[in-house]
Structure formats: C-alpha cells, structure tokens
C-alpha cells in the first residue's frame, strides 16, 4: 500500500514557487533598469559619459569617488574596479571629509560623486570644496534638477526606474545601475588607455587572478628537470630519462639542441610492442609538438592544455627547449 503524501508537501511546494516567482522579479526588474540605462547612453547620456570618461583622463591626480549610504556602498566597488584597472582612484566617505579628509583631495584630483536622489546632505561640503579650489565634480544622479547635479561640472542622469523592492524602496535597482555605469565607465578608460593583460598583472599578483596572469617562465620546470634525450637515442635509454624525471614525457633534440619531437605516456601505448625498447625515438615520437613561449601567460598555457587534451607542453625559444610546464604546476600555481 502507497504511502500518503504528507500534508506539508503541498504548502513546501507552494512556497518554493513563491519565492522562485519573487526572485525571478526581482531580476527582471533590475534587468530593465541595466536596459534603461543602456537606451540612455544611446542617448544624451552618451555625451556626458564621454566628457566625463575625457575629464578623468586628462587630470594628473586621481579619480575621488564619494557616496553616501547604499551610494557610497556602490562606490567604493567603482574605486576599487577603476583602481584595479588602470585609473587611479579612492574612496572617500563624505562624512569623513567633512571632519578632516577633505586634505585627501588635492587640486590635480577629479570628484565623482554618487546620489540617486542628488540632495544628499552629507555631499555639501565636498562639492563646497570642489567649487572652491575648482576640482572637477562629475555628478552620478537620478535627478538633473538636484543641488549635486547644479554644482558638477558633468551629470551623469540616471534614468529613472522602479526598484525591485516591492514597497519601491529599498535601493536595488538603482544601486545596479550605479555600479553598472561605473563598470562602463571603468572599461572605458581602460580600453581608451591601452591597459593590457600584463598592466593588469602588475595589479593583481594575488589570487586566483593573480596565478591566471603568472607567466609560465615561473612555473615551468627547467635545467635538469627537463627530460631530454638526443635524436638516435634508444628507446630503452630515453625511457630511463622519461621515469627518472617524472613528467609523463621525453623531448628529443637534434645535434643544435633543436626541438625535434617528444614522446608521451600516450605515445608509448600506442606503439606498445616486443621489440619497442629496441627502437630509436624518432620511431615512434610526436614531430612538431604544441609548445608556449616562457613570455605567455599561464592562463594562456592552461587553454592549449585543455583544447589539445593533452597534461605537459615543452617551453621552447627560438626552436631550443628551455622547459616543461605540467598541468599539476599549474595546479600548484593555482592557475587550474
């Protein structure tokens, strides 16, 4: 006899619809506030955006970005994106500044500061100050007609859009359109700058991001860890190299200690025979193997890894092997 379902079973299922439905409105509500702000810089917004991307570019100081509540929450994450990218910038907290970091504000900075209402008490005395030492003053805001937005130099107007809040309240979708116009901004500048993945590198040396941007020249194997064997060599003798050094793997070169080829796990197995230990390794290596230069990126490694599905790739310069970079160094580094 079945058992019967118990009676929690239907209001459990019911609840879990509920809040799936109100997470669900939740993103599209702030989906069509990203949208909005999108179809705005099509539109007018396109030109302040651009004025403001050339006015942070052309300031020798830094890029001082203030906000107030959820606001400043939102701008200390724009700081640390256009800081890690390229753009100078810092984070200072409007009440802060009244009490004495207005001194961290010099006249080579630029002001941008964040309020979607744009009447922000707080931010008085900091635009004051921008006036009075006539520091540039970029205005993120909702509303053009604000007391921040009649004192900036630049105002970037926010479209107007509902939030996902229910009681259209809690700052939600404001809050993403804010942090996504400072997103855009940040990718601006540094596309217009010519920031490069190893820029970028010089920033993020810890972390994950920092092992994705290691160059393999610092986790390959080199010198006497690399498994090489000369062309002509038998196979029984470049088998002893390949198990003394570990790798999965033995290189061969010519005469000039030019690559030649390599041979791998896989290569023995598919040549396994009685007479295989007799053989030269030109019988039965890989010619033209994958390699990386010891300049490429580790991340970069890492993907031709993966596409060719294969564990080790030879590190070669100007034709010569210099190294070994293994999938488990790359584990190790943290980059896999």
Known sequence: MAKPT????????????????????TLETEAAGVTALSDA?????????????????SVRGRLIVTGMGKSGHVGRKIAATLASTGTPAYFVHP???SHGDLGMITADDVIMAISWSGETAELKDLTDYSRRFKIGLIAVTSNRESTLAAAADIVL???????????NLAPTTSTLMQQALGDALAIALLESRGFTALKFAELHPGGKLGAMLKFVRDIMRAGD??????????MADALVVMTAKSLGCVVIVNAEGRLTGIITDGDLRRHMSANLVDQPVEAIMTREPKTVRPDQLASEALEILNASKKTQLIVAERGKPIGIVHVHDLLRAGVA
Request: charged share 20%.
């Open 225 to 234: 860890d690399v498994p090489l064997v000369m062309a002509g060599t038998r």
């Open 95 to 97: 009440s802060e500044a």
């Open 157 to 167: 107007a926010l479209p107007l859009a509902r939030e996902a809040c229910p009681h």
């Open 41 to 57: 810089i099509h539109d007018g917004l396109g030109q302040a955006f651009v004025a403001a991307v050339d006015l942070i570019r």
């Open 6 to 25: 118990p009676l929690t079973a239907a209001p459990e299922h019911e609840r879990a619809r509920t809040l799936i439905a109100s997470a669900v409105r």
